[in-house]
């Protein structure tokens, strides 16, 4: 259990220090953070309700930080390149993602040309919302498993398990980390200047 800890502590500030260092991306990750909290109550009562404020408000709130206001250039802080960075990402990386958000895009168009998604909906009631919130639902659930199977599979049962809890508890994590952020983003400070991981 002492070495799950400490390998979900390097992943967690990993994924601090290389993409974290916007207080804009900060900024939205704690409220991101607070939308996925709302969510996973939600998911008690109605998941498909959870899953659509899941997509629609915590992970476009999440993934604009990343790919809007995130620097792309040279990192200083870390003396790394941008694709040094995304080539060692254990999760997501910005390629990734774009395939995952192009799935999460075409779910609703798929839904516009067949309402049952093609047989996948047949027995399901649902109005077109809903339905939509099933297979995001669906597409969340798939997205967290492969990559944690594929984690296992290519760096080993720990590293794949430890991102799986990575991932499932970064909104307590976010909240924790990031509430600071918009009080340093009203004063002005666009960067983190990260003295902590400049000592790390």
């Not at 003396?79 to 910005?94: C, F, M, P, S």
Request: hydrophobic residues 45%; proline residues 4%; charged residues 20%.
């Amino acid at each position: 259990m002492k070495r799950f800890l400490e390998s979900l502590r390097i992943q967690r500030w990993d994924d601090h220090r290389y993409y974290h260092q916007s207080r804009i991306n900060q900024t939205l990750h704690l409220f991101s953070a607070l939308s996925f909290l709302i969510a996973y109550v939600m998911l008690l009562t109605d998941p498909v309700v959870a899953s659509l404020v899941g997509w629609l408000v915590a992970m476009t709130l999440r993934q604009a930080g990343h790919f809007f206001f995130e620097p792309k250039g040279y990192d200083h802080v870390n003396d790394a390149t941008h694709d040094h960075k995304e080539r060692i990402k254990v999760g997501y990386n910005l390629r990734r993602k774009v395939v995952l958000l192009s799935i999460w895009v075409a779910i609703p168009l798929v839904l516009l040309l067949d309402k049952d998604a093609y047989g996948m909906l047949d027995h399901y009631d649902g109005g077109y919302l809903r339905r939509v919130g099933l297979l995001w639902l669906g597409l969340g659930v798939a997205g967290l498993v492969l990559r944690t199977l594929y984690l296992c599979l290519a760096r080993g049962a720990e590293t794949g398990f430890v991102w799986m809890a990575k991932i499932l508890t970064d909104p307590f994590h976010d909240v924790k980390l990031y509430y600071k952020a918009p009080f340093h983003l009203m004063r002005g400070e666009l960067i983190d200047p990260m003295p902590h991981a400049r000592q790390g």
